[in-house]
């Protein structure tokens, strides 16, 4: 991980509300999906960097992309920047979704993105895709009119199965609907979205006797493990704390659902 | 130029270190800062068993500052020694090391494992912490709770002592005055002030614990008064914190009395900030011919 300055190279809006930025740094030589980063505004009023997940990584030309929601003041004022505009980042943070070859070879893979928990996923379909694991990817939206924000992208790199929360567009209801509905064989689940998905999916993965991954999200003051602030309960004692709570930033965001209380 | 300070017998060879909780053991951030350009470092208040701490959320940003309700979640004495403090081992920095417990005999307990660590050279005992309902805060709200326990530290302690004192009381100055009088090393100042806030949709408090501790540029006038207040009122050494940013801050807090000062929350915002400040506080020394960096000391 890295504390510095990035420059703005692209800024988009993908629908309302929902924007996306590309990033020229550094911290992109170590980055993997299902990290994040810590991103500063320039207000000193608000200070905690807003954690962002990753939604594409071009080691190459050293460059991270990242999509967002606005949803408070931090959001808002990174969705006015400008190309060529710099930010105060530090990255790449937590342990990302598990990819090795033992993990994923010959297995069906489904990812489950709900609505901004989709952006994490991109990298990760990519990833996989070229390991020669093409993932099926169930992406969950409020509607068509909304927007179908990475549709496109997801549909280059992964099979892609549509839910909709009003049945505008694929599936009606969630992704799990989804899931049910066109019967998708899963080895494992990788997914991010909001909370009573991602219990839904435990649940989902509990009953069917398959590996789940999950990506979870919690308020956090530092991002780098040092301010306890973002834990999760765990089923174990982790080892790094010594009791049954694991840091979201440090040791996730990204855990096996079987081994978190949520 | 000469940045050192010397705190109870201890040299500090510049006088910014981290508050303790902002900056874990140092591990965190070792591959962002230069750990050993730091006056000393701090650790995340450490008790003699595992803490589970609070419920979450357990953070909130206000107002150029944030509310915390950890609840000093640690790993307990015997991990923080194998770990933290070996780890700690290969700098050159001074180790201060934050004690916390619910009782007497669990503070006296963790002090007296520290007695054979040889690279730590000062112990914090933490009675300020808002956010434990047993303990922590209990010991340092009443002058008469903070003489007991900081006697009773002190007689078991191989190291200097410093009573880190909360700004949740009425005077400040009565109760530096008492962890001096029940033998303390030092003084440290000011630990979080205690906050609200409340989500006006869901009609409910951010943090589960209800209450936290404010941080952050917003309490620092508040904390500067209470170091100028507790240093005219003491003579042993004040470490001075609370919403420290800039070399600029830092200077703040040492006129006011402070003889080494800390950084809180903003390392959150910039994990270069001790070492910016370090830099900072040389450069104001050079351009205003400051020989010593003592000189500044309390001179308001």
């Known amino acids: 991980m890295i504390s510095t300055k990035a420059k703005v190279t692209d800024t988009r809006k993908l629908a309302e509300g929902i924007f996306g930025l590309t990033l020229s740094t550094k911290a992109a030589i170590e980055a993997k999906s299902g990290q994040f980063i810590m991103v500063n505004t320039k207000s000193e009023a608000h200070l905690l960097g807003r954690p962002i997940s990753i939604c594409d990584i071009d080691k190459e030309n050293e460059s991270l992309s990242i999509v967002w929601r606005n949803v408070g003041y931090g959001t808002k004022e990174l969705s006015t920047l400008k190309e060529g505009e710099e930010v105060d980042i530090i990255g790449p943070l937590g342990n990302g979704f598990p990819t090795d070859e033992e993990l994923i070879k010959g297995k069906s893979i489904t990812l489950l993105g709900g609505g901004i928990g989709a952006p994490p996923l991109y990298a990760l379909a990519k990833e996989l895709s070229s390991k020669g694991v093409k993932p099926v990817v169930i992406l969950g939206y409020r509607s068509e009119s909304a927007g179908l924000f990475l549709k496109d992208e997801f549909e280059r790199t992964a099979d892609v199965i549509i839910a909709t929360d009003d049945g505008s567009a694929g599936v009606k209801g969630t992704v799990i609907d989804a899931l049910k509905e066109h019967d998708v064989k899963s080895d494992i689940i990788m997914a991010c979205g909001p909370m009573p998905m991602l219990k839904g999916i435990k649940n989902y993965a509990q009953e069917k006797g398959i590996d789940a991954y999950i990506s979870l999200e919690e308020r956090m003051a530092c991002g780098v493990g040092a301010c306890l602030g973002c834990v999760v309960k765990t089923t174990h004692k982790d080892h790094h704390s010594q009791v049954n709570n694991a840091r979201i930033c440090t040791e996730g965001p990204v855990f096996e659902a079987k081994e978190v209380e949520i | ?300």
């Open chain 2, 1 to 300: 130029m000469n940045t050192q300070v010397d705190i109870c017998g201890i040299t500090l060879k510049n006088p910014v270190m981290n508050a303790s909780g902002t900056f874990g053991s140092g591990m965190e951030y070792a591959s962002m800062v230069d750990l050993n350009r730091l006056g000393a470092i701090v650790t995340k208040g450490v008790a003699n068993k595992p803490w589970e701490g609070n419920p979450t959320p357990r953070v909130t940003e206000t107002p150029s500052g944030m509310l915390n309700a950890i609840g000093l979640q640690n790993p307990g004495i015997d991990t923080f020694i194998e770990r933290d403090l070996e780890f700690l081992k290969s700098y050159d920095t001074k180790v201060i090391v934050n004690v916390c417990g619910h009782s007497e005999d669990e503070y006296v307990e963790v002090v007296e494992r520290l007695g054979d660590c040889d690279n730590v050279s000062m112990l914090e005992i933490n009675v300020s912490c808002p956010n434990v309902h047993e303990g922590g805060i209990a010991f340092g709200t009443q002058p008469e709770a903070l003489e007991k326990i900081t006697k009773a530290v002190k007689k078991k302690a191989r190291q200097k002592i410093i009573m880190k004192l909360s700004p949740n009381v009425t005077s400040i100055a009565e109760m530096a005055k008492a962890a001096e009088s029940a033998g303390a090393d030092a003084i440290s100042l000011i630990n979080t002030i205690t906050g609200m806030k409340i989500d006006i949709r869901k009609r409910s408090f951010v943090l589960a614990n209800r209450t936290g501790g404010l941080s952050g540029p917003a309490i620092r006038p508040v904390a500067v008064r209470m170091v100028y207040e507790a240093s005219k009122a003491v003579k042993i050494p004040v470490i001075g914190m609370g919403g420290i940013a800039t070399a600029e801050d830092a200077i703040e807090f040492m006129m006011a009395g402070a003889s080494a000062v800390a950084v809180g929350m903003y390392n959150f915002h910039s994990p270069t900030a001790m070492t910016d400040v370090i830099d900072g506080i040389e450069k104001f020394m050079a351009e205003n011919k400051i020989q010593n960096i003592q000189d500044i000391i309390g001179v308001v």
